[in-house]
DNA sequence: GCTAAAACGAGAACCATTCTCAGCATATGG
DNA sequence: CCATATGCTGAGAATGGTTCTCGTTTTAGC
């Protein structure tokens, strides 16, 4: 058990230097850090830091409910503290992705009935609206060859 | 040009034969279906398909508005025709993804001023809730390491 | 200190997706 | 009817984010 003591949440397990470092670094950046730019920051730290251990850590910490993911069109997960709501436009064509500076999901208060959720514990929730961007509008013949 | 005459939205190109058998796959499909699997369902016809087609099509029919996709936890992408309105329960521990059964969002009438989408044209919306299935919270002693 | 168990890092492996490129189909103009 | 330009197609190679492997290091408990 290489546990640091530090209870923050009993339902939870104790967290290591590194995860806390790595949630640290999550809530001090203003947008969603994928685990490449992750790896990097933590790099210039004091600990070493392996890449391979970013990724774990990232897993465990989004299951307790700590972290939470959003996959971008290109394939890149990006990471950031549970308790921000933010949700996004993203474009079908380019992949750009912008937040949506509203939540139109009434956040908790979801009216999920147990009987829908059948045992299954929520998290988070993501909202994404796809569509075209201006500039891929404006842009596109949308031909399809 | 190799396009096929068959012009049944004036705002979109017709469609090629392989992208028109595409579609039928997926609207005949009950389920939102990967590439790969599309892939394979489509050699059984009897035209011809490569799987970068599959893929350069699918992007295709995306941008037209024709087609929505989401990413599983796993990295691959799904499919389904634009129409179909499905939300999912996904687990963050073992990834498994299942259909919800309601739509949260007033789809369409989502209180969405166009002040805040700022030309942003809007084709779906994914909403999907993130947590523990009932099997991971059961096996799990949730520990960080 | 010493030992067993857990976490770690570097690099290899993985795998869905995209890219490359030569070949072929379509449409058109001569 | 044939020549030619255009651009779709498929096989296989390349890409790149993430995960796996495995020998090493750190931690906890004695």
């Known amino acids: 058990m290489a546990q640091h003591s530090y209870p923050p949440d009993p339902d ?12 640290a670094v999550l809530q001090e ?10 790896h990097e920051r933590l790099r210039q ?3 070493r830091h392996g890449l391979a251990t970013v990724y774990r850590n990232l ?8 972290v939470r993911c959003r996959k971008l069109p290109n394939g890149e997960s990006v990471y950031a503290p549970l308790e921000r709501d933010d949700h996004h436009l993203t474009c079908v064509s380019c992949g750009h992705s912008e937040p949506l500076p509203i939540c139109p999901v009434a956040t908790g208060g979801l009216g999920l009935s147990k009987v829908l959720l059948q045992g299954f514990k929520p998290l988070f929730h ?3 609206i796809h569509g075209l961007c201006l500039s891929c509008q404006q842009s596109e013949p949308l031909s399809h060859g």
């Open 59 to 66: 897993r465990l910490l989004q299951r307790s409910g700590l």
């Open 126 to 128: 993501t909202f994404e």
């Open 29 to 38: 950046a203003n947008a969603e850090l994928s685990g490449q730019e992750l």
């Open 12 to 23: 939870v397990m104790p967290l290591g230097p590194r995860q806390r470092a790595l949630l």
């Open 45 to 47: 730290g004091s600990q």
